[in-house]
């Protein structure tokens, strides 16, 4: 199939490069659908040993959003390892977004138009939010042609959507309804994006028996000609210390639940002190044995969230001692997350490259290079290290060196320590530097990684480490491509993306 003489030629996106996964596939059609720059996607999913090409999510989404902007499409396909994706141009070789009715339309008691619905069942529980991820810009931006009708109250221009989804909302490699709900859509309204809500109508699960769940998001697009604004998320500062872990626990048994609440409460006191509050949003029976599943999320004072997970998924003989397994495994890795400093944590950092690409400004996001360890995140006496084992005599007992002393104490205490913890520099994940270059690769926009600190000694004052991007100021008034920035119009003192991938060990 050859491209229409109306339409650009595809760009090009070589399906191995970095991550080499479908979160490279997801990003491309949902820029591709949104400007109508035509893609070629070749060896999809090529850094899979075992089942490269497209699965069920991914055909989902190519499927949705290939009717939303009335592409053409060749290799549309279950185990496709090429795609070809061109969306309808006119005559005037204007993209023709909007022309193909992929809603339903949802009217009131009274007839009057108050939303567009729209449904998408997976056949296997394979995660529905991954083919959320793929859709959400597109939905963001869709203020339909009705909406403009001027018949509709011009307060209603932008019409919900609720998108329905049916597939697995609990399964391996994949974002959890839980980490949705409560980690990615805080921080998608932090940075400016329109309301969000999502309602879980029943779990889909890939442990023990397979089971189809299903979820429902209500969007708020855009009004029509808006763009999304520009943010501004620098590395988390010391003061900002952890005030809450939220805790969500889905096993088997009372008994096993009530063991994993226990040992998390036990663990978060030694970590962050008395002081911090614990929270459990999610105590709830999985259904079956093999399915066990803990979500813990630190909240710190000025509402900034990170999380981490597991999903258990060795083999059970003892419900018990998985249980303890998966508690110390997660309790660990929140602990790496909130002693980095990042401004999110490592697996929001990719889903961010986005709405940091296809918003209007210089957006930023802080990594948390080079910073100190915070009070809060003290592993013990003597400068004991994440993963080492205690020196004789060396471990803190709950809470010693943190119940009754104000931040600026604890601080003070930790400047005094002989082997104070400096956590490494944190560079971008290889799904944050795989999302950048499909970014750039079709928008031509830039990212730079950035040191705006005068004190390069000073640990504590590098809040303006991080990476930078000038966004393609995209609206749903755009038709047809619009001009892409140079290069200069990026900040100064940057490394760029070629050297992180350059630096990074594949």
């Not at 029509?224 to 988390?236: E, K, V």
């Not at 990594?367 to 360890?373: A, I, L, P, S, V």
Request: proline share 6%.
């Amino acid at each position: 199939m050859e491209p229409s003489s109306n339409s650009p030629p595809p760009v090009h996106i070589d399906g191995t490069t970095l991550e080499g996964g479908g979160q490279l596939v997801r990003l491309a059609l949902s820029l591709s659908t949104l400007t109508g720059i035509p893609i070629h996607i070749t060896s999809i999913r090529g850094n899979r040993s075992r089942d490269g090409g497209l699965k069920g999510s991914h055909l989902a989404a190519v499927e949705f959003l290939a009717k939303a902007c009335g592409a053409r499409t060749e290799g549309m396909a279950l185990k496709s390892k090429e795609l070809l994706f061109l969306p309808r141009h006119d005559e005037n070789e204007q993209f023709a977004r909007g022309n193909a009715y992929w809603w339903k339309n949802v009217k009131n008691d009274e007839g009057r138009l108050v939303g567009r619905a729209v449904e998408i069942k997976l056949s296997t529980p394979g995660s529905v939010f991954l083919v959320f991820q793929a859709l959400l810009p597109y939905l963001l931006f869709s203020t339909t042609p009705d909406d403009n009708s001027p018949d509709d109250d011009p307060t209603t221009q932008a019409l919900p959507i609720t998108l329905t989804l049916h597939g697995g909302t609990n399964v391996p490699a994949s974002p959890s309804f839980e980490y949705i709900d409560q980690v990615l859509l805080p921080t998608l309204h932090r940075i400016g994006i329109p309301p969000l809500t999502l309602t879980l109508h029943n779990r889909g699960w890939t442990h023990g028996r397979a089971q189809i769940g299903s979820v429902t998001f209500t969007i708020t697009p855009l009004p029509p000609g808006s763009t999304l604004p520009a943010f501004s998320l620098p590395s988390r500062e010391p003061t900002d210390m952890v005030k809450t872990v939220h805790v969500s626990i889905l096993a088997p048994t009372a008994a096993v639940r009530a063991q994993i609440r226990s040992a998390v409460t036990e663990a978060v006191r030694t970590k962050y002190g008395d002081a911090v509050e614990i929270e459990v949003p999610v105590d709830e029976d999985s259904g079956h044995a093999k399915r066990l599943y803990l979500l813990l999320v630190a909240e710190t004072g000025t509402g900034r969230r990170y999380g981490r997970d597991w999903l258990y998924d060795r083999k059970i003989a003892d419900a018990g001692d998985a249980a303890g397994r998966m508690v110390a495994k997660v309790v660990k890795d929140l602990a790496w997350e909130v002693r980095s400093r990042r401004a999110v944590d490592s697996f929001m950092e990719d889903q961010l490259v986005v709405f940091m690409a296809l918003g209007e400004g210089k957006s930023f996001l802080g990594d948390g290079r080079g910073r100190g360890q915070g009070p809060q995140e003290e592993e013990a006496r003597g400068g004991k290290r994440e993963g080492e084992g205690n020196d004789e005599g060396g471990s803190r007992r709950v809470g010693e060196s943190q119940e009754g002393r104000t931040g600026e104490e604890q601080e003070e205490s930790l400047k005094n320590e002989k082997e104070k913890e400096q956590v490494k520099g944190t560079k971008p994940t290889l799904h944050t530097l795989t999302a950048r270059w499909v970014a750039e690769k079709i928008l031509d926009v830039k990212f730079d990684n950035i040191n705006h600190s005068h004190n390069h000694n000073d640990s504590d004052s590098d809040s303006g480490r991080g990476g930078t991007c000038t966004g393609y100021a995209f609206s749903s008034n755009s038709d047809k491509p619009k001009p892409k920035p140079t290069s200069q119009e990026v900040g100064t003192h940057t490394d760029t993306l070629a050297d992180e991938m350059h630096g990074l060990s594949i």
